[in-house]
């Protein structure tokens, strides 16, 4: 499961997600991303809470970050995986 929490400011938003980035719920994240950047502008992802993320959603957090999204905060294990290069 993911909860996806969103905290706006005046011209950004940040996505604050708690749980596993798995299956299902990158499609979420996803559309979230894209409803949030249409709505706000600027998306920033907080990742401090996430205790999973498969390939896939690495994979997701890679291409929104090459897309502009900024990511806000991060946990270790999340860090590592996003640092280790692709298969």
Same mark, same amino acid.
Do not use: H, Q
């Given at each position: ?24 719920? %990158?499609? &979420? @994240? ?6 949030? /950047?249409?709505?706000?502008?600027? $998306?920033?992802?907080? !990742? ?12 997701? %957090?890679? &291409? @929104? ?6 990511? /806000?905060?991060?946990?270790?294990? $999340?860090?590592?995986? !996003? ?5």
């Amino acid at each position: 499961m993911l909860r996806i929490t969103e905290i706006s400011e005046a011209n950004a938003v940040t996505l604050k997600l708690a749980g596993k980035l798995v299956g299902p719920w %990158i499609g &979420e @994240l996803r559309s979230a991303c894209g409803r949030a /950047a249409a709505r706000y502008g600027t $998306v920033r992802l907080d !990742l401090a809470d996430v205790s999973f993320v498969d390939a896939d959603g690495i994979a997701l %957090i890679r &291409e @929104l970050a090459g897309g502009g999204l900024a990511i /806000a905060r991060t946990n270790p294990f $999340v860090a590592e995986l !996003l640092m280790t290069e692709k298969p």
